[in-house]
């Protein structure tokens, strides 16, 4: 089954804190659901393991992580694949891009992914509609993480 999803979040940080956060594994592996670990294995790839719950089906999925057409502090390209056993697998990649907005950084992000297995059976709704609350997730938390001290502390 194909997805896809994009969207745009404003940040409270400069691009350039904004890149180095995109880049650090620590402040990745806080920020993503699920994440159990998330460690850089080159300057563009890491390995990941995270556990996530789909409608009945409960995946732990291991994969690999590469970054391409890497414009520091524009964006890049995220692509990936992970498997997760019986519940199946999951690939894809995604556009990020960085621009300054309103004192801040403009995310904006188009993501397309490729489901197969059990995953893929729980039907295309269902599955968009936890991709968009992981994203989500993903985001809320990753807007504290870039967040100037002062502000975290606020929030």
Known sequence: MAMTMSGEVQLPATREAVWAKLNDPEVLQHCIP???SLEKISDVEF???ATNKIGPV???FKGKVRLSDLDPP????ISGEGDGGVAGFA?????VALSPKDGGTLLSYNVEAQI???LAQLGQRLVNGVAK???DQFFSSFARAVAPPAEASQA
């Open 58 to 60: 409960k995946a732990r």
């Open 116 to 118: 197969g297995g059990k």
């Open 74 to 77: 524009n964006g890049y390209r």
């Open 133 to 135: 609350k992981l994203a």
């Open 34 to 36: 699920g994440c159990e």
């Open 91 to 95: 690939k894809g990649g995604a556009t």
């Open 47 to 49: 390995q990941a393991v």
